[in-house]
C-alpha cells in the first residue's frame, strides 16, 4: 500500500495526494495527519489534490473527516487545487465537502491558513 | 448500439482492483473521445459502483468496454460501457436503494444514487440471494 506523505512547513502541514488512491490508502492519511497534527502542534493543514483525477463519495468523506477532525484537534484545514471537472463532478454527484474550506491553489490556501492560525498562546515550541 | 472490439474483464476482489477499474474506464472513455467532464463523471461513477461490488457484494467482476451507437437525430457516437456483477446479498427494495441517502450503513448514501446521474444509461437488476448486476454507458457529444 503506498503513503501519502505529511510533510511539515512551519507551524503547517502539507500534504499532496499525487496517486490515485485505494481506500486504504486514503484511510492511512487520516489517522497519519490527525497524529501529525497532535506530535507537531500544527495549526493548519493543507492538502493539494491538483494531481487527483477523481473525488469520488469515499475521498469526499475522506477530506470531510480530516477537516472535522483536524477541527477537534484545533488546527483549520484547507483543500486546494481541485480540478474544475472534478468539482462539476463532485456537485452532480451529490457531494458538498461540508465543513471543508478550499482555495484554488496552494498559495491562496497558505494564506487562508495564514490569516486563521496564529502561533498557539501557550508559548510551546510547535515541536516536540 | 453494439459493443466493438474485445472488453477488459478484471475480478474486483480488493481495494487495489476498485483503482485498477478506474483505470480501464478511464482508458476506454478516452478512446471513445469523451471530453474531460464526461470522462470524469463516468470514472468517478465507475468507482462507486466498483466499490459496492466489493462491499457490498462481497467481490465480483468488471467489464469495460467500447460501444456504438448512434444519436436520437441518427449520427453516429461511441462511448464507454462497464458492468458490474457480484454474487451478493442482493438489494430487497431497488427502488429505494436509488434514492439519495439510502444507505446500507457504511457509506453517504450516495453511491447508487450520484452514479446514476454521472452516466447517460443506467440499469440496475438484482434480487435477495441472486446477487447484483448494474450497466452504465456514458456516450461521448
Known amino acids: ?92 454527484l451529490g457531494l458538498d465537502l461540508a465543513g471543508v474550506r478550499t482555495a484554488l491553489d496552494v498559495e491562496r490556501g497558505m494564506r487562508v491558513l495564514g490569516s486563521t492560525t496564529a502561533p498557539r498562546a501557550d508559548g510551546l515550541p510547535l515541536a516536540r | 448500439m453494439s459493443a466493438r472490439g474485445g472488453g477488459d474483464e478484471v475480478p474486483i476482489a480488493a481495494d487495489a482492483d476498485v483503482v485498477r477499474v478506474r483505470q480501464l474506464v478511464r482508458a476506454r472513455a478516452q478512446a471513445a473521445g469523451l471530453g474531460l467532464v464526461d470522462l470524469t463523471k463516468v470514472v468517478t461513477a465507475a468507482s462507486e459502483l466498483a466499490r459496492n461490488t466489493l462491499v457490498h457484494g462481497g467481490g465480483g467482476t468488471a467489464r469495460v468496454e467500447a460501444v456504438a451507437g448512434t444519436t436520437a437525430g441518427g449520427r453516429p457516437r461511441s462511448g464507454v460501457r462497464a458492468v458490474f456483477v457480484d454474487a451478493g446479498p442482493g438489494i430487497p427494495d431497488v427502488r429505494a436503494a436509488l434514492q439519495d441517502g439510502w444507505s446500507s450503513g457504511t457509506g453517504l448514501g450516495l453511491g447508487l444514487s450520484g452514479a446514476r446521474r454521472l452516466v447517460d444509461e443506467f440499469d440496475l437488476t438484482s434480487g435477495v440471494g441472486s446477487g447484483t448486476r448494474v450497466v452504465v454507458v456514458k456516450w461521448g457529444r
Do not use: C, K, W, Y
Request: no cysteine; proline share 2%; charged share 20%.
Open chain 1, 1 to 92: 500500500m503506498d503513503r501519502v506523505p505529511v510533510l511539515r512547513l512551519g507551524g503547517l502541514l502539507l500534504v499532496s495526494i499525487q496517486v490515485d488512491l485505494e481506500d486504504s490508502t486514503a484511510l492511512a492519511l487520516q489517522e497519519d495527519l490527525s497524529q501529525a497534527v497532535v506530535a507537531t502542534g500544527a495549526r493548519g493543514v493543507l492538502i493539494d489534490i491538483s494531481g487527483l483525477e477523481i473525488v469520488d463519495s469515499f475521498v469526499g468523506r475522506m477530506l470531510s473527516t480530516i477537516a472535522a477532525v483536524s477541527r477537534v484537534l484545533d488546527a483549520e484545514t484547507v483543500v486546494v487545487g481541485m480540478r474544475p471537472a472534478v468539482a462539476i463532478t463532485l456537485v452532480e
